[in-house]
């Protein structure tokens, strides 16, 4: 019998239950079985500078979570470094004339006495605040 060849198989009796015939595929599962070489080799070309983890598994007939699984065993033995990812860059700061010292925006303040509301900024004195909110509540 080759590797693609079917055998037939025919159940009878009780154990059979609701099948009548079942068929059996010999030969190769589909898996392919690549050699640790082969496997550093893919890892390898998946490092290189620009290159995509599901191109090169799809050249390679693999799956990206093949060769991500493949690089993490690798990086356990100590094959490879702890991370493949390069070191952050940074642009200059180049500042071409002193920043002025800006004024704090004004922040509006609404103060609810009963049926008044007194609008201001925080820019006022807390001494003068204190006085008004007095009079309004004397007036009331």
Do not use: N
Request: hydrophobic share 40%.
């Amino acid at each position: 019998m080759g590797l693609d060849s079917k055998k037939d198989v025919h159940l009878d009796g009780p154990s059979a239950g609701s099948v009548s015939r079942l068929e059996v595929l010999e030969g190769p599962s589909g898996r392919r079985v690549r050699s640790e070489a082969e496997r550093a080799r893919i890892v390898a070309e998946s490092l290189l500078p620009g290159a995509q983890v599901s191109e090169v598994a799809r050249e390679h007939g693999a799956t990206r979570w093949q060769i991500y699984d493949w690089r993490r065993r690798f990086r356990q033995r100590g094959m490879l470094p702890p991370c493949e990812a390069s070191p952050p860059t940074f642009a200059a700061l180049v500042v071409e004339r002193a920043l002025e010292e800006l004024p704090a925006p004004a922040i509006k303040l609404e103060i609810a006495i009963g049926d008044v509301v007194l609008r201001t900024d925080t820019a006022i004195d807390g001494e003068q605040l204190s006085r008004v909110i007095r009079a309004v509540r004397a007036s009331r």
